[in-house]
Nanobody, 120 residues
Framework: QVQLVESGGGLVQPGGSLRLSCAAS????????MGWYRQAPGKQRELVAR???????NYADSVKGRFTISRDNAKNTVYLQMNRLKVEDTAVYYC??????????????WGQGTQVTVSS
């Protein structure tokens, strides 16, 4: 089995910064795409940023220039550096990973979510 564990959420004032982390563990052979999604109350889950093992990253227009996604393949970990946070960034943030397990089967996995609240 594979687990994704997120950390780094919390309460921050507008204009502040937070860094989210998501570590994958378990029977992992390789990880292709890793990404962050978010879901605000009453809204659908949306893509924030994604980073493939090879290739360029993608960002939602609403976070371009403020958020940076990165990964450490040796640690099977993805990060989301969030700067110049806005009230509208408030949401539960979920980590996602496209994993090839040790049995060579591919599946999508999600973390449990971490709350980010931007408020004065």
């Amino acid at each position: 089995q594979v687990q994704l564990v997120e950390s780094g959420g919390g309460l921050v004032q507008p204009g502040g910064s937070l860094r989210l982390s998501c570590a994958a563990s378990g029977s992992i052979f390789s990880i292709d795409v890793m990404g962050w999604y978010r879901q605000a109350p009453g809204k659908q889950r949306e893509l924030v940023a994604r980073i493939p093992n090879v290739g360029s990253t993608n960002y939602a227009d609403s976070v371009k220039g403020r958020f940076t996604i990165s990964r450490d393949n040796a640690k099977n970990t993805v990060y989301l550096q969030m700067n110049r946070l806005k009230v509208e960034d408030t949401a539960v943030y979920y980590c996602n990973a496209a994993v090839v397990r040790s049995d060579y089967r591919a599946s999508d996995y999600w973390g449990q979510g971490t709350q980010v609240t931007v408020s004065s």
